[in-house]
């Protein structure tokens, strides 16, 4: 494979390559795409620190309003670790794909809780499957504690049947809108109550509020439970097209192709098996066409990641990252709703191609794109701001410089933009000095380009 | 977009940001028509306590649910029944004056007390069981706007509101921060090689957009007089986004909407203290705001709308303080008003919800559809969902 396809891939299921591991690659395509799978073969779940809710009971929190408002708060500070912990897994895994897919999934099966033990609980059943089977992996979330709070399963009773989880599992988990009637989203809800979870966040399924009447579901009639539900639901091959082309929009090109999502679904439908499918795409020809080369607008996590992994940076104050990925428009653990984050041109806005034009500089240079030219302003900010950057960060440059040492400087954009230029800009860059790699590599981030992978 | 209309606007931006002066091909005379009507949204952010600010001061039920909440003392009465927190005394002349009408339980079917939810609901003017990923205000701007400096929230980051299908607004909480960002030489020079066509594809999208947000920090920064507010303000964070929304107003810029917010009001514990600072803040810079904007003969054509997500539970809770609650008030501040002083009688305090909350009878789509067709005079179709009855407040 050349260097550009191997660019697009490590896009693709990661956040980029480091140009020091090219030679240590394996050659042809089957054999480097073996490797990525082998490599997200584990699964490492996040964990962090949760012990303040040991020994805590439901009596305490029922007893003692204070108590509970106390734990209220420290979950919501939790958290916020979460949120530090799943990013720094992002920037370290050696399990690429597996990571990227959680990423993919959680905009998926959207979900948010304050609760911090369930949100953990969730994150990680996202990671557990992956890659794993479609039809085991629906059912686990259907019986998540946090999807059971969010889409209000637990108050989905045989008396007062809510509808609120069935309707999103058709219309955003499974088939997509206007597959199904309102007559199947009522029968298919009784078919989830009794769902309820216990205090720590484990599946409890209670009997005396299911409802085991007869269900009329799909054209079928019987007694059905909510796993038989999504069997049938899944026997719609319309099923395996919703998630193929929401697959090829988020791997491939924002732009859907139909013949390549219908033979995705065609292999898809066979088993429901996520790395079957993903196998096909990733070794698919069409996969590699220039057209889907630095097609796609880097979601906020993507361009941040990815900048990180090019050059390394310890970020000072954690909550820099949280201020960072509101200002982006994109924060981990909190979906603006169950839809999720719309994505591709959705993530620019005025200002939000601002932020991300004068980041890499902010963030790696002292706020400077090209040294000598923005001076008087940045005097007049630091002045105004007694010194001091928003966000402060310790720069590892000489990581970057290690990894990049090979690299001819006149062939930088190669490495850090992904796709084609803007003809005009292309022909800028050639105006530009090269005497700094690392400032060259900053000038390079503050472009439009930097934005696509 | 469709390829004619992106090309025509893409050039006519790169022709605009490459010509030296390029400000002065603007020609802001629309906005200084007669009749530009403006729209200024104020989001009391975290669920305000309805009952606590316009308040039932003949109720016994309201006294009972509250034995350490309600309010005792230095109630404005307004009239037999209800009156202002004390708080609120700055805006007394406004509704004596007639420029202020309130409107009671104001809400939607099947409430969500979650904050995050009901804001939603409330800026993409959905139903409860519905989720649209664009505002009402950033449809309206699809149809009616073509600049991003046409809609300005004043934060950093722009709320769902304010983001159409295509339109979507400009958030700055210092829009000289915004021109000097968009000033970095850098940026000039990348752009500056590039008045070629741009591409219909995403990287097309991506240099358009920043071409959009240079010309629009440049238009908002040089056409901004600073001196065109000269009223004093009260010293925090929400007058200063209303002394900046009065600069824009009397400076004449092409805006039609306006976003700012004050937060905090979600008051489990120890409601009153907070509560009564709050009010305090929202009243005296209210009050400012409308003087300020009389002075310059622009309060005639500005309308302003106050909103939270939800109202609080009627009954306290144990910590002195309120819980998640349906519906609420609303306020709609304006010189011409059809229907000031009170729109609408306060719901029943017996008659409430499963939960203890207010029952709605205004749904608030219809203070949208109102304010579409009675002020921006623009039909409501395709910009509130469902079909909603006009009201006769303006």
């Given at each position: 494979m050349i260097q550009q396809e191997l660019q697009h891939l490590y896009w693709r299921v990661g956040f980029g390559l480091n140009p020091a591991n090219f030679n240590s690659l394996p050659k042809n395509r089957q054999q480097i795409v073996d490797a990525i799978f082998d490599n997200s073969k584990s699964t490492s779940p996040l964990k962090i620190d949760l012990s303040f809710m040991n020994g805590v009971t439901v009596k305490d929190l029922k007893e003692n309003p204070k108590i509970a408002r106390e734990l209220r708060v420290t979950s919501r500070k939790k958290l916020a670790d979460l949120n530090y912990a799943w990013l720094n897994q992002l920037v370290n895994t050696k399990e690429l794909l597996r990571e990227k897919m959680t990423l993919f999934w959680a905009n998926h099966f959207v979900c948010k809780v304050n609760h911090v033990v369930f949100a953990q609980k969730f994150n990680n059943t996202l990671r557990t499957h992956a890659l794993g089977d479609f039809k085991t992996f629906v059912k686990a979330i259907s019986k998540e504690a946090a999807m059971l709070k969010y889409l209000n399963g637990k108050q989905n009773k045989k008396n007062q049947p809510n509808e609120n989880f069935a309707r999103e599992l058709m219309e955003l988990f499974t088939l997509g809108e206007g597959q199904y009637s309102e007559k199947d989203i009522k029968e298919s809800a009784r078919a989830f109550t009794g769902y309820n979870?216990?205090?720590?966040?484990?599946?409890?399924?209670?009997?005396?509020?299911?409802?085991?009447?007869?269900?009329?579901?799909?054209?079928?009639?019987?007694?059905?439970?909510?796993?038989?539900?999504?069997?049938?639901?899944?026997?719609?091959?319309?099923?395996?097209?919703?998630?193929?082309?929401?697959?090829?929009?988020?791997?491939?090109?924002?732009?859907?192709?139909?013949?390549?999502?219908?033979?995705?679904?065609?292999?898809?439908?066979?088993?429901?098996?996520?790395?079957?499918?993903?196998?096909?795409?990733?070794?698919?020809?069409?996969?590699?066409?220039?057209?889907?080369?630095?097609?796609?607008?880097?979601?906020?996590?993507?361009?941040?990641?990815?900048?990180?992994?090019?050059?390394?940076?310890?970020?000072?104050?954690?909550?820099?990252?949280?201020?960072?990925?509101?200002?982006?428009?994109?924060?981990?653990?909190?979906?603006?709703?169950?839809?999720?984050?719309?994505?591709?041109?959705?993530?620019?806005?005025?200002?939000?191609?601002?932020?991300?034009?004068?980041?890499?500089?902010?963030?790696?240079?002292?706020?400077?794109?090209?040294?000598?030219?923005?001076?008087?302003?940045?005097?007049?900010?630091?002045?105004?701001?007694?010194?001091?950057?928003?966000?402060?960060?310790?720069?590892?440059?000489?990581?970057?410089?290690?990894?990049?040492?090979?690299?001819?400087?006149?062939?930088?954009?190669?490495y850090i933009l992904q796709g084609n230029s803007n003809k005009g800009t292309a022909d800028f860059l050639k105006t530009l000095s090269k005497t700094s790699k690392q400032e060259y590599c900053v000038q390079l981030m503050s472009l439009p380009e930097y934005q696509m992978c | 977009m469709d390829r004619r209309k992106f090309i025509k606007n893409s050039a006519l931006a790169s022709s605009l940001f490459f010509v030296p002066n390029f400000v002065k091909a603007f020609e802001p005379v629309t906005a200084k028509q007669l009749g530009y009507k403006r729209l200024v949204i104020v989001q009391l952010a975290g669920g305000n306590d309805g009952l606590n600010t316009i308040i039932p001061h003949n109720n016994d039920l309201y006294y009972n649910a509250r034995p350490q909440l309600a309010i005792t003392k230095g109630i404005i009465k307004l009239n037999d029944d209800l009156g202002f927190h004390p708080s609120l005394s700055p805006l007394r002349s406004l509704f004596d004056n007639g420029k202020l009408s309130i409107i009671n339980n104001v809400g939607y079917p099947n409430p969500v007390r979650s904050h995050f939810r009901s804001m939603d609901i409330w800026q993409t003017a959905s139903s409860s069981n519905e989720y649209l990923q664009s505002g009402w205000l950033g449809r309206y701007l699809?149809?009616?706007?073509?600049?991003?400096?046409?809609?300005?929230?004043?934060?950093?980051?722009?709320?769902?509101?304010?983001?159409?299908?295509?339109?979507?607004?400009?958030?700055?909480?210092?829009?000289?921060?915004?021109?000097?960002?968009?000033?970095?030489?850098?940026?000039?020079?990348?752009?500056?090689?590039?008045?070629?066509?741009?591409?219909?594809?995403?990287?097309?999208?991506?240099?358009?957009?920043?071409?959009?947000?240079?010309?629009?920090?440049?238009?908002?920064?040089?056409?901004?007089?600073?001196?065109?507010?000269?009223?004093?303000?009260?010293?925090?964070?929400?007058?200063?986004?209303?002394?900046?929304?009065?600069?824009?107003?009397?400076?004449?810029?092409?805006?039609?909407?306006?976003?700012?917010?004050?937060?905090?009001?979600?008051?489990?514990?120890?409601?009153?203290?907070?509560?009564?600072?709050?009010?305090?803040?929202y009243a005296e810079s209210i009050s400012a705001f409308v003087k300020d904007l009389k002075r310059n003969n622009t309060f005639e054509d500005t309308l302003i709308l106050t909103f939270s997500e939800f109202g609080r539970r009627v009954k306290q809770n144990a910590a002195n303080g309120t819980d998640h609650g349906a519906a609420n008030n609303v306020f709609v501040i304006g010189k011409n008003l059809k229907k000031a002083g009170f729109y609408n009688d306060l719901a029943s305090l017996s008659d409430l919800d499963g939960n203890g909350d207010l029952k709605y009878n205004v749904d608030f789509r219809s203070v949208y559809a109102t304010i579409l067709s009675s002020w921006l005079n623009v039909s409501a179709e395709g910009i509130i969902p469902s079909k909603q009855k006009a009201l006769n407040f303006i």
């Open positions: 979870h216990d205090f720590d966040g484990n599946f409890r399924f209670k009997m005396k509020v299911h409802d085991q009447g007869e269900k009329t579901f799909f054209g079928k009639t019987g007694n059905f439970s909510g796993d038989d539900i999504i069997d049938i639901i899944l026997e719609d091959k319309q099923c395996a097209t919703y998630i193929s082309a929401k697959i090829y929009r988020y791997f491939v090109n924002p732009k859907p192709n139909k013949k390549h999502i219908e033979a995705m679904a065609n292999v898809f439908y066979k088993d429901y098996n996520i790395e079957n499918l993903m196998r096909f795409v990733l070794l698919s020809d069409w996969f590699y066409d220039d057209e889907n080369i630095g097609a796609k607008i880097k979601s906020p996590i993507e361009y941040l990641i990815g900048m990180v992994k090019t050059v390394p940076v310890k970020f000072e104050r954690e909550k820099d990252l949280l201020k960072i990925q509101k200002l982006l428009g994109q924060t981990l653990l909190n979906p603006p709703n169950v839809a999720g984050w719309k994505g591709d041109k959705a993530w620019i806005d005025a200002n939000t191609i601002m932020v991300r034009l004068k980041l890499p500089s902010v963030m790696l240079n002292n706020a400077v794109i090209s040294s000598g030219e923005n001076d008087e302003l940045r005097k007049k900010y630091f002045k105004k701001n007694k010194g001091k950057l928003p966000i402060k960060v310790t720069v590892d440059w000489n990581t970057f410089s290690e990894n990049y040492k090979n690299i001819n400087p006149e062939n930088l954009q190669d | 699809d149809q009616h706007g073509d600049k991003p400096y046409n809609a300005l929230e004043m934060d950093e980051q722009l709320s769902l509101a304010m983001k159409g299908e295509h339109f979507n607004g400009i958030a700055t909480n210092d829009y000289k921060v915004l021109y000097n960002t968009a000033k970095d030489p850098y940026f000039k020079k990348v752009l500056n090689y590039n008045d070629a066509h741009l591409s219909e594809h995403n990287l097309g999208y991506l240099y358009q957009t920043m071409i959009e947000a240079e010309s629009s920090a440049s238009y908002i920064f040089e056409n901004t007089n600073v001196k065109s507010s000269q009223e004093s303000y009260p010293q925090n964070g929400f007058a200063k986004q209303l002394k900046s929304v009065a600069q824009f107003i009397n400076s004449g810029l092409d805006t039609k909407v306006f976003y700012t917010s004050l937060g905090g009001f979600d008051t489990h514990a120890s409601q009153n203290n907070k509560q009564t600072k709050l009010l305090s803040q």
